[in-house]
Every structure is written in C-alpha cells, then in structure tokens.
T-cell receptor, first 113, second 112 residues
Framework: EDQVTQSPEALRLQEGESSSLNCSYT??????LFWYRQDPGKGPEFLFT???AGEEKEKERLKATLTKKESFLHITAPKPEDSATYLC??????????????FGQGTTLQVKP | KAGVTQTPRYLIKTRGQQVTLSCSPI?????VSWYQQTPGQGLQFLFE???????NKGNFPGRFSGRQFSNSRSEMNVSTLELGDSALYLC???????????FGSGTRLTVV
C-alpha cells in the first residue's frame, strides 16, 4: 500500500520566520497530492491539490510544490493564525476509479507572536 | 452553501453500547466517506458510499458499519463499543470521483 510520511512532526516558528513542511510519498502512479489544514476540534480544510511534478500552487502565505517523490508546503512570513496541523494525503485506488485518501501523520505548526 | 454537517458533535458512551453517527453531505454530492482520526493512527479510512451503495471499505472490524440514504445522507454505526473506539469520526463528501473531499467538523466519540 502507498505510504505518506510528513516531517517534522512539530514545528515552532516566530512570527515572520519562514519555513517549509515536507511530505514524502511512495505511490504507484500518482493521481494527485492533497494538502489540508486542520484546526483543533475541527475537520481538515482543503488547501491545495497538485497533480504533476513541477506544479506549484499558492494561497496567501502558503505555497505548495511537488516533485516526483515529495511535496513541500512553504510558509512565508507566518502569522499566529497560521498555527494548525497541516496534513498531506494521496489517493489510493481500491476499485475502479475510486478509493481512499492515505494521510500522513501531519505537522503541527505553532507560530508565536 | 452549507458544508458537511455531522451530528452529534460530541458523544460519551459506555463500553459495550452501540452508537450511530450522522452525516449530511453538501447538496448535490453523492459520495460520502468516513474516516477515523486518533492521535496514534492518524486518519484511517472506514468506508465510502455512493448512490446508496458501499463502494469501498477499510480495514476495520465488522462492528463498524454504515449506510447511505436516497438523499445522500449517511450514517455509520459502531456496535459493542470498545475503549479503543474513542476517536474523532470524520465524514467527507465529494461531487464525483476526483477525491476533492470536503470534510465535516466531526463527531468526537468517547468510550468509557
């Protein structure tokens, strides 16, 4: 079965201190990679979908990139409201064109003012 | 538009009891998936329903079951609850087979 590994598990940043989160995966035929943000007590909130190596997507202070073996979520000049757990996931085909998402364990980001 | 609605938000049950959780997907979404989230295992796939049919199932015991109604609303049931069933249960809906899921806020189940 495909696997997804995220690092680091936890990350503490000062406000304005840029950094990157990593998501590495082993898949047989990538059908996309998803990034989600999850706040405590809530469900994951969709951020980005990347489909091919070299693809990049941006949203406010976040930029997601994809290579053949990993994805990065770059956070530029983060603010305290960016504190959350960031999850990446890849589709795993079970039957036909349907299946499930395999999630990484997540990176918990804390941004201090 | 309204998002994915899960009820109840919190539940406390006793070991051995059974529980039913409900999920109302986004209007027009026909695919509903269920995931269990725990600190140790993260998000684990339970099952997926599409047009009232279970299409896929994860590696969970038969105590975990679900169904989907004609209006796409879904329920999942856990019988003979165990302490290890304590988790956040998340429902996600999708318009099609693109894995573009929208998640609900989940139901926090505590088994004592």
């Amino acid at each position: 079965e495909d696997q997804v590994t995220q690092s680091p598990e936890a990350l503490r940043l000062q406000e304005g201190e840029s950094s990157s989160l990593n998501c590495s995966y082993t898949v047989s035929g990538l059908r996309g990679l998803f990034w989600y943000r999850q706040d405590p007590g809530k469900g994951p909130e969709f951020l980005f979908t990347l489909y091919s190596a070299g693809e990049e997507k941006e949203k406010e202070r976040l930029k997601a990139t994809l290579t053949k073996k990993e994805s990065f979520l770059h956070i530029t000049a983060p603010k305290p409201e960016d504190s959350a757990t960031y999850l990446c996931a890849v589709p795993y085909k079970i039957s036909g064109n349907t299946g499930k998402l395999i999630f990484g364990q997540g990176t918990t980001l804390q941004v201090k003012p | 538009k309204a998002g994915v609605t899960q009820t109840p938000r919190y539940l406390i049950k006793t070991r051995g009891q059974q529980v039913t959780l409900s999920c109302s997907p986004i209007s027009g979404h026909r695919s509903v998936s269920w995931y269990q989230q725990t600190p140790g295992q993260g998000l684990q796939f339970l099952f997926e329903y599409f047009s009232e049919t279970q299409r896929n199932k994860g590696n969970f015991p038969g105590r975990f079951s679900g169904r989907q109604f004609s209006n796409s609303r879904s329920e999942m049931n856990v019988s003979t609850l165990e302490l290890g069933d304590s988790a956040l249960y998340l429902c996600a809906s999708s318009l099609d087979d693109s894995y573009g899921y929208t998640f609900g806020s989940g139901t926090r189940l505590t088994v004592v």
